[in-house]
């Protein structure tokens, strides 16, 4: 802290300082002014030009999140307890980081939600199809044929947790008032898997997976990352379920606005690089570095690998390229220097996006129907991406292929240009494929 004389020695917080200085509090974290705060940062040697902007930041982003979550790589020894400040450093220099590991946070959440969506669905699908849609113990007065057994039933799952699961389940997930499970405790009869599903959080989820049959386990993970010759389907498991724990810690983390760029994983066991290897490509993950320090390249890396369609990880690699090149396109020092340092904070690697579109190629080659479609980024460039219709060892086929259809039509054109689309009525809008088949359209019989 600082002494009256000008000397300086170790000390918890600037707070703790301030109120050494000028008043006693027997509280630890004691209220203190936005003026006063702005004291104890100029005495601890940041630079703030304007005192009124730096004050409006505090107000809107609040100080422990503003400065307490960058400040440590401007300080010449926090890990000591000298939370000084190193010569030229800024509140812009603080604000910058926390603009830019905003941008991250922001990306990585719309990322995320379809991953989670995806797994949750196939989870409910998997089960619903083993184990049927009853979720009513033997005994509930409400089940409607209690000579059905519950999809729920602790015989259906493995391992020494399955009764915990299962118990949580009833007791927090079908016990829940909202929706969609509240509509259908009132609405319905029962509460299928998927319907299940749609109200778990993504640790839950997870759960949830470990204790399925290796059977079911296997058909979601073949369906979340392609299979290739070879591979080691137990190995395979056990990396999925370790890269959605990283998702779901590093998603809450960006959830609560937590920083991202010093943000590790706690995990029991880390990822095997050998194997994420086997999916992503050598040289992109090694032993002692990179994957296995849980930090957010390995969130990244997982982000990409278990985003099974092609076109969002394009366009997730592509937003992260439009990040970069706003900071870096304009050659401006400033920008230049705190994307420059977040790298290094982070522990990114300079060249990270090269990686992650080595990693995205390899990914891609395992599928097996190819073509591509242009898609422009923010930035306004256009941008060829694969467009791949996925086969999987269960036969399904993931479309992404879209079709053009009318408001009331029963068919679903390849082309706008179809002659059953010119002298229709009805504008024509674009769909996909997939969407198509399942309000039952059949193709156009005057396309070939």
């Not at 941008?103 to 990322?111: G, I, K, S």
Request: with cysteine; aromatic share 10%; hydrophobic share 35%.
């Amino acid at each position: 802290m600082l002494r009256f004389d000008g000397t300086r020695q170790n000390s918890p917080t600037d707070v703790e300082e301030f109120f050494r200085m000028t008043k006693k509090s027997v509280f630890d974290k004691p209220f203190v002014d936005f003026p006063d705060l702005i004291d104890v940062l100029k005495k601890r040697g940041l630079t703030i030009i304007n005192d009124f902007q730096a004050i409006d930041l505090l107000k809107d982003y609040g100080y422990y999140k503003l400065i307490n979550g960058y400040k440590k790589n401007y300080q010449q020894s926090p890990s000591n307890g000298d939370e000084t400040f190193i010569p030229g450093a800024t509140m812009d220099q603080l604000f910058a980081q926390f603009v830019l590991d905003s941008q991250f946070q922001e990306l990585f959440l719309t990322t995320v939600f379809p991953v989670e969506n995806h797994f949750k669905n196939l989870i409910g699908y998997e089960v619903a199809k083993k184990f049927g849609v009853n979720n009513f113990t033997k005994d509930d007065p409400k089940n409607p044929d209690p000579k059905v057994q519950s999809y729920l039933h602790p015989d259906n799952y493995t391992g020494s947790t399955r009764n915990d699961v299962v118990s949580y389940i009833h007791n927090r997930v079908l016990d829940s008032d909202d929706n969609p499970v509240a509509y259908y405790k009132t609405h319905k009869n029962h509460i299928p898997p998927w319907i299940m599903m749609s109200n778990m959080t993504l640790g839950s989820a997870v759960r949830y997976f470990q204790i399925l049959p290796k059977s079911l386990k296997t058909n979601i993970v073949q369906e979340i990352v392609d299979p290739i010759d070879g591979e080691d389907i137990g190995a395979k498991k056990e990396l999925v379920t370790i890269g959605f724990e990283i998702l779901r810690q590093f998603r809450n983390a960006s959830a609560h606005s937590n920083p991202l760029y010093l943000y590790k994983a706690k995990l029991e066991s880390n990822p095997s690089p050998r194997i994420m290897s086997t999916y992503i490509g050598s040289g992109i993950v090694r032993k002692k570095s990179l994957v296995g320090r849980n930090d957010l390249f390995s969130a990244l890396l997982f982000l990409l690998m278990l985003t099974q369609k092609p076109v969002r990880r394009s366009l997730f690699i592509q937003s992260l390229q439009d990040i970069e090149d706003s900071y870096l396109f304009d050659e401006n020092d400033f920008t230049t220097s705190v994307y420059n340092d977040y790298l290094i904070n982070s522990g990114l690697p300079v060249n990270y996006i090269e990686q992650l579109r080595k990693a995205n190629v390899e990914l891609t080659k395992h599928s097996k129907i190819h073509s591509q479609i242009t898609v422009t980024s923010t930035s306004g460039d256009s941008l060829n991406v694969p467009l791949i219709l996925n086969r999987h060892p269960s036969g399904s086929v993931a479309q992404e292929q879209t079709v053009w259809v009318t408001k009331r039509g029963k068919s679903y054109h390849h082309s706008k240009e179809c002659a059953a689309l010119k002298t229709s009525s009805q504008e024509p809008y674009e769909i996909t494929l997939i969407d198509a088949q399942s309000k039952g359209l059949t193709k156009c019989k005057r396309e070939k």
